[in-house]
Structure formats: C-alpha cells, structure tokens
C-alpha cells in the first residue's frame, strides 16, 4: 500500500516556470525577472565530482510544497538513482531495507510526469521515493543527460548528511547493487559485519 510517508512525488519543472531548481551550489540565484517574486533560477551545472557539494535541488512533494534535498538530508545520507527503468527500481526495492538499515534513504529520479510516477509506484508497490524529472531538471545538474537526446542518463550518487558526494557512477548501474557501495562510501559498516579492532 503506498501512502503519503512512503511516497514523495515531485515535479522539477522547466527552468523559469516555476520555483523549482537551486544552484549547483545550493544557494537560489536572483534573477531581476523573478526576484520580486522570490523565484529561485539556476545558474548553468558545472560537473559534479566525488568530495562536491551535491546540487541542492528543489522539488514538489506529493502534498504540493516545495522541498529540498536537504530536507531529505536531514534523515540521513541519501542515495540518488537517476534514469532507473523497471528493472533497476524493482532491484532498488529489493535492497530498500538493507540501505535503511545503513541509514542511507534511497531516492529514484524519473524523466516522467507526476502522475506516471505515481502510476510506477502503486504498480511495482515501491517502498521509497520516486520524484518525477519530466524536464531533466535534476538530471541535468547532476550531468545524467544524453549528449544526444538530453533525456536523463542512467547515474547514481551517495550524498552524505553534510550534502557531499562520497560516491557517484555514470552509464550502467552498479550490477552487485548499492549497499556495498553505499556502505564503504560512507564508511559505514553493513548490517552484521565486523569491524576490526583498531590497532593501538
């Protein structure tokens, strides 16, 4: 059963339309067009590297307010997934419980429409947030666009609680899954395994 905790339906609109983009760096830029209106517009991607802060992206929620990453931050390290097909979002549910026992919160990003976001979750019965990218936004300040077709390329990022990059991968998704991967980022021992004694 999908409900309002489980579920985050955004939509990451066209650049200018309306409050939805921050900055590569967090911050809103002012533009004198919109600055009355308080409309935060982005300044053009530069490329998100490993020990980057991520973009600090808005979006809208399934309840019609505008958030931030950061507010998903403020639970724990985040896991993004931009470009996942059907395949790749059943293979993140299937880990879902193994990254929230990590702490990390896993998130999918979709070039699609709020309601077909929606339509993906309530049929696959996902059990983590899936926010619709029907304009490349998001995907396009994290550099996960087709040179070609500017549709959102299949990427991933961990993003610690401090808001930086500790891991990213671009083309194919990682075949061993992400909670190793999530887990030696972040430096973070998976459930049940041991840590050595440290030497003194």
């Given at each position: 059963?999908?409900?309002?905790?489980?579920?985050?339906?955004?939509a990451a609109l066209?650049?200018?339309?309306?409050?939805?983009?921050?900055?590569?760096?967090?911050?809103?830029?002012?533009?004198?067009?919109?600055?009355?209106?308080?409309?935060?517009?982005?300044?053009?991607?530069?490329?998100?590297?490993?020990?980057?802060?991520?973009?600090?992206?808005?979006?809208?929620?399934?309840?019609?307010?505008?958030?931030?990453?950061?507010?998903?931050?403020?639970?724990?390290?985040?896991?993004?997934?931009?470009?996942?097909?059907?395949?790749?979002?059943?293979?993140?549910?299937?880990?879902?419980?193994?990254?929230?026992?990590?702490?990390?919160?896993?998130?999918?990003?979709?070039?699609?429409?709020?309601?077909?976001?929606?339509?993906?979750?309530r049929d696959l019965?996902?059990?983590?947030?899936?926010?619709?990218?029907?304009?490349?936004?998001?995907?396009?300040?994290?550099?996960?666009?087709?040179?070609?077709?500017?549709?959102?390329?299949?990427?991933?990022?961990?993003?610690?609680?401090?808001?930086?990059?500790?891991?990213?991968?671009?083309?194919?998704?990682?075949?061993?899954?992400?909670?190793?991967?999530?887990?030696?980022?972040?430096?973070?021992?998976?459930?049940?395994?041991v840590r050595p004694?440290?030497?003194?």
């Amino acid at each position: 059963m999908v409900t309002a905790s489980t579920l985050l339906l955004a939509a990451a609109l066209a650049l200018g339309n309306e409050p939805g983009v921050a900055s590569g760096h967090g911050a809103p830029v002012d533009h004198p067009a919109s600055k009355a209106a308080g409309v935060p517009v982005p300044t053009p991607p530069t490329i998100v590297m490993v020990g980057d802060s991520a973009p600090d992206f808005s979006y809208k929620s399934f309840d019609g307010a505008w958030r931030k990453l950061a507010d998903l931050r403020a639970s724990g390290p985040v896991l993004l997934v931009l470009g996942p097909d059907t395949d790749e979002l059943r293979s993140l549910q299937a880990e879902r419980d193994r990254l929230l026992d990590l702490g990390v919160i896993p998130v999918a990003i979709c070039d699609v429409a709020p309601h077909t976001a929606y339509g993906i979750v309530r049929d696959l019965h996902l059990g983590f947030s899936v926010l619709a990218d029907p304009q490349h936004v998001i995907a396009e300040q994290f550099n996960a666009t087709d040179d070609h077709t500017l549709a959102t390329a299949p990427a991933w990022f961990v993003v610690d609680q401090s808001g930086d990059v500790r891991a990213m991968g671009h083309g194919a998704f990682p075949p061993g899954g992400y909670t190793t991967l999530a887990s030696r980022a972040l430096g973070v021992p998976l459930p049940n395994e041991v840590r050595p004694a440290s030497k003194r």
